[in-house]
């Protein structure tokens, strides 16, 4: 009995280890197509919802800050006491300027003066930007300055060297419309007419909409390294590129008052209703490419956005600093130099001022041959009127007695 139920055990335990092995292998290569069906070529949201899932995210954000701002603002109110120190008696004290002061100096009433089309505004900003456009084609200096900062120190070791492809910077320009000024306090917080006694302690800010149809365009080369269980163990090509197709959002705009301490600040940026569409290309791989993948180009969009709003949506903004006012002689500029790029007018300033150097230097040694000339004819004319009257001549440190005829 026991030598006739041996072979049986072998056999139904052979064929358990075969099932077992061929049950993995299927299990691996359905998770591997899934993955590749759902996860590389699955088809993404559309736009729309994804504009309006991000702009609830970013509201949601928003109105968590307000609230966190408005607790504190219960908790801590403590009178703030400022110390007096003593001031020019030759300055007039000027009366104390607030926003309420400004507004009906200027004759601006923010709850009911209409919105402005800034059509004005529109001009300078496109003129402005046309320039930028000019200065970067110049030497190729955007291509540079971007290469140095895809390549700089934090770059990861598993990518290679990144190369720009193709850069363009698009034809149109920005829309700026329905420009208002409302009151805001020290934290941007909006000021309604239910808060007007507390409007002088705010400031003003400009809030204009804005919207540009435009195709800017940034494509990159680079490679995937793989470098375990040894350095460059497989090589993927990818190439990306990335294009602004629209940008439309509500911008707003404000001075922060400075101290003699610190300058006063141009502070800008934008509001949570903003949206971003991008048209972004990906073709991975060198014999057999993948183009166009869908999770690669979520991903790109999703860190975009992440970027942006890390940067330039309230409750962050931008600050810059502005000079001084007053007018100054090393601020002065001609008409001349003022149209240039900056590159061209640093040349032009170097070579006017090697110029105005050997000009001076060849005026200076004309001058010197004018007078000796001066001094020569002089003498002689001397020499000569002094014969014609009789007049004896000595020559300088000759002896005397000695007459020169």
Known sequence: MTTAEVPIQRVESSLSFTQGLLLGQLSIVLILGAFIKFFIFGDPPSPDVTAALRATERRSLTLAHKRSLLSLRSQQRHPSHALNKKRSQILRNPPPLTTTTILNKTYYNVDSHQPESLDWFNVLIAQTIAQFRSDAQHDDAILTSLTKALNGTSRPDFLDEIKVTEISLGEDFPIFSNCRVIPVDEDGLTLGKEGSGNR???????????????????ALET???????????????????????????????????????????????????????????????????????????????????????????????????????????????????????????????????????????????????????????????????????????????????????
Request: aromatic share 6%; charged share 30%.
């Open 223 to 405: 490679k995937l390294l793989l470098n375990y269980p040894k350095p460059l163990v497989a090589v993927l090509p990818v190439a990306l590129a990335v294009s602004v197709v629209r940008f439309s959002g509500t911008l707003s705009i404000s001075f922060i008052p400075g101290s003699p301490m610190n300058a006063t600040t141009l502070a800008f940026s934008f509001l949570d209703d903003y949206r971003l569409d991008l048209s972004i290309r990906s073709l991975v791989g060198s014999r057999s490419r993948l183009q166009d993948v869908p999770k690669i180009a979520s991903l790109v969009e999703a860190r975009l956005h992440t970027w942006f709003d890390e940067r330039c949506v309230e409750p962050r903004f931008q600050q810059i600093e502005l000079p001084s006012l007053w007018p100054r002689k090393k601020n002065t500029r001609n008409a001349e130099g003022a149209s240039e790029p900056a590159s061209i007018s640093r040349a032009k300033g170097k070579e006017m001022e090697r110029d105005l150097r050997e000009e001076a230097r060849r005026e200076v040694e004309a001058e010197v041959r004018a007078r000796q000339e001066v001094e020569g004819v002089e003498d002689d004319g001397l020499r000569w009127r002094r014969r014609a009257r009789g007049d004896e001549y000595a020559m300088p440190g000759s002896m005397p007695g000695l007459n020169m005829t």
């Open 200 to 218: 002088d302690l705010g400031r003003l800010q400009a809030r204009m909409d804005v919207d540009l149809s435009d195709f800017i365009t940034l």
